[in-house]
């Protein structure tokens, strides 16, 4: 699976921004999606992650009521839905798939090259 994020740019606080992740390959439909993101300095953040069905959804505290995941198997595409932004927001952010819905970075499968978030005060 190939994954490929868009949508970062650059929004006020307190705005909000959609996140898409676009994924090649016929297996997508049988892995997990997550969002990560890393701010300058700080380790990998888990965000968000959705099982294969989108029957199971679970949220990072920092992130819960504020972000919402959601996929699409037909177009092969996993969202996120960022609203209230702020500031601390600010990163790179990531989407990754793996079979198992882990939340740890180190056990992804596949990542996308990351799409920029910036969130001014």
């Known amino acids: 699976v190939q994954l490929q994020a868009s949508g970062g740019g650059l929004v006020q606080a307190g705005g909000s921004l959609r996140l898409s992740c676009a994924a090649s390959g016929r297996t997508f439909s049988r892995y997990a999606m997550g969002w990560f993101r890393q701010a300058p300095g700080k380790e990998r953040e888990f965000l968000a992650r959705i099982t294969w069905s989108g029957g199971s959804i679970y949220y990072a505290d920092s992130v819960k009521g504020r972000f919402t995941i959601s996929r699409d198997n037909v177009k092969n595409t996993v969202d996120l839905q960022m609203n209230s932004l702020k500031p601390e927001d600010t990163a790179v952010y990531y989407c990754?798939?793996?079979?198992?819905?882990?939340?740890?970075?180190?056990?992804?499968?596949?990542w996308g090259q990351g799409t920029l978030v910036t969130v001014s005060s």
């Open positions: 990754a798939a793996d079979k198992y819905g882990s939340t740890r970075s180190g056990d992804q499968d596949h």
